[in-house]
């Protein structure tokens, strides 16, 4: 048997065998090819292991700007008349982990409902609309002209990953509002990072 590349090869060989052996052998080989599959099943989870891949900083920036393009793309469906809350759906659902894991989502503009642990509260967060969630008025419909990312450090630990950082959203006037984040992301099943943990919080104020 070799293992190369990630593949496994089994050899194997004639052998001549006497009459009065063959339960004997038959025994032994039964043991042989049990050890042997067993060695297979052990080495293939190995493999798979090694062959799983870190989080990079490239992934986390590319995470980071779609989210960014999302908000504002929330906004602009809703300045131009559009299905807004399905956008806000789909930003959802495509960036968070909420049909995985559970997810720490602890908004900016949140009073009474500060933990949105739910998908409905977090959709309710970007566009309101939701009687559950009466202090919505909808974060995304501000609207957003630009969000840009500063991460002041991340830590990665092979498919998981932390970001920390301000973020800088533009409404229409073009003056920037400073927001502090903290951001955890995993590797689903695609390979895709999803948001399981998303802090967000003004800076505090200097008096």
């Not at 533009?170 to 502090?180: C, I, L, N, R, S």
Request: glycine fraction near 8%.
């Amino acid at each position: 048997m070799k293992l190369s590349n990630g593949m496994f090869v089994l050899y194997t060989r004639k052998v001549q065998i006497k009459k009065g052996d063959a339960m004997k052998i038959t025994r032994s080989h039964h043991l042989r090819v049990a050890l042997t599959l067993s060695l297979i099943g052990f080495l293939a989870v190995a493999a798979g292991c090694a062959k799983k891949k870190s989080i990079t900083e490239d992934e986390i920036r590319e995470a980071q700007k779609i989210w960014a393009d999302g908000v504002v793309h929330i906004g602009s469906v809703y300045s131009d008349g559009g299905d807004y809350k399905k956008a806000a759906e789909q930003h959802v659902d495509e960036r968070y982990a909420y049909q995985f894991d559970p997810v720490l989502f602890a908004p900016t503009k949140a009073t009474h409902d500060q933990f949105r642990k739910t998908r409905e509260g977090a959709i309710s967060y970007f566009v309101g609309g939701d009687e559950n969630f009466p202090e919505d008025e909808g974060f995304a419909l501000e609207p957003w002209t630009k969000v840009r990312f500063e991460n002041a450090g991340t830590s990665i630990h092979d498919d998981y990953a932390v970001a920390m950082g301000n973020y800088y959203f533009t409404p229409k006037d073009g003056a920037e509002v400073k927001v502090e984040y903290t951001f955890g992301y995993f590797k689903d099943g695609d390979g895709a990072l999803r948001i399981n943990l998303h802090h967000s919080a003004l800076p505090y104020p200097k008096k």
